[in-house]
């Protein structure tokens, strides 16, 4: 690289700008780096009166607009890049440079931003290095290059946005810049799902929505009829994407068949040990998830006398509240011999069970369920979440009460189950709920009804407990065709989930909701959980809360 080529002045970085642009009424105010010049002017160029940035429209004032344009400026510039150097070819040859200077100079930068990142990997990418961040990120540039149109390249992009980021995700007041300048003139944005691209580098598993929350959208996921039967290859194939982001599945198919059913219908379920295959794609989420539980078990340690007190107390409370109340209900039942101190709890509680056994019950006097939203809503908070989780489980486990632990969330119309632990499994599997990582969308009540569904079968009291940020929402974006499951969103998300948990309710199912959300989102957590949840800013009084609810529950059920 060339002392005169590396060191431009600003004049001559906009003389540049001008010269391959021709846009003489803009100012070039990017990095001074004459690439960056060259490139950023064909990219505006290619799309005048700010129309690219028509695309940033729906993430104006949400959290995920500085990385939705860092998106979009890297796509433009992939496509366009030919376009460039077809006409000025003399700057192919100064790409290799450019790119290496600045992936050594991002190197440099210790903990980089997820703007910087995308730039690391991109410089990456412009190498040809095929490291993790580059398998991540070919298979989304190497479309963006087989896309023919303006039309194309506006359609498979808003997919790819829409698929990945929360519009409405801690929406500020504050807009860009470029939002509010942005023409009446600004093109429409199809709403077809992108091409598909190649499947070079997919084998068999899944990615956990996340490098800076990076999803491939890019597939045509629609089924066709040939001679009567679906074709399931891209079935197949999507199944594979899902493995590499969260895990191999565990069969779940007639359960399946079962719950995909009305509003749900079209949904699949992939429930995983999150155990990952070898290929590169896979292990790059495995690390994600490998780096996330490293910053939980962080988060854990800082407080760790704050969080085991809480586990000691919560364990004491449970066993002598919860479990002596269980001890003094033993005997109770529908049937056997009546109880005449107990009949008024008929007549002023509905309650049936005023009877002795007369043998004792063999099955589990009490199970819980611990149920984590998993969705990309959750990333601001995740390591309380997991610890919340872990506290919980640690506390129950150890008195050895059957507790099952599932995070959800949902990628495509697939429902993520990952089970961190089952009812019988060992002390030790607690530990695998530090490997909560937060990604994706989220459909409450199609993970509330697998639990209904899953649950054992047994005259004892069961409990769910579910920590989430009352809010659901999954918009599928995969391609609208007769098998897409229905958008899942606004208010008919939160009736939905309402209902599925009036449902576990009626079946005899105790539900407790723990907000881990923001405060203007309580009201919807009301109305899913009515008045049996918590929420509460002080972590010493989170386990006493928990205690006295499950002592509550007991005490009504009994």
Known sequence: MTGSWAAMSPERLQNLYWTVGRLYERKYNGPSLPLSAAEEAMVDATFPSNGLYALLKPYGGSIHQGEVRTWLILFATEWTKEKLFSQRPGLRAREGAHYQNLARALEGTGERSAHDELLYAYARYRLGERGSQRVVLAPYMEEVGRLKNQEEFFSWVAAFLRGFFDPQKE????????EKNLPDTAPKVPEKAPPAPSEVYFHEEIQAAEFTNVLNEGEDLTMVEEGGRKRAGD????????????????PTFQLEGELAR???QGMKLHLTRGVYGSDLDAQFFKEQVDQQEEKNRRHYESAAHIYRRQEANLKAYLKSNVLEDLDEGLGRSTRGA?????????ILFDD????RRLQPESTPQLTVDILLDMSASQRDHQEEVAIQGYIL??????LKIPTRVLGFCNLFNYQILRLFRDYHDGLEKNQSIFRFRASGSNRDGFAYSYIGATLPRTEGIQVLIVLSDGRPNDHISVGRHAHAAQDYEGELAVEDSAREIEKLRLSGVATLGVFTG????????????????L???DRNRFSTLVGRYLKDVIGKMR
């Open 171 to 178: 929406r500020g007041e504050q807009v860009d810049d470029a």
């Open 235 to 250: 079935e197949r194939q999507l199944r594979r994407r899902v493995s590499k982001h969260y895990g191999l599945h565990l």
């Open 262 to 264: 009305g509003l749900h």
């Open 338 to 346: 009546v109880d005449g101190g107990r009949v008024y709890r008929q």
């Open 352 to 355: 049936h069970r005023v009877f």
């Open 393 to 398: 489980a640690q506390a129950l486990t150890e």
């Open 518 to 533: 923001k405060e203007e989102d309580l009201s919807q957590e009301k109305i899913i959980f009515g008045n049996d949840f």
């Open 535 to 537: 929420y509460t800013r």
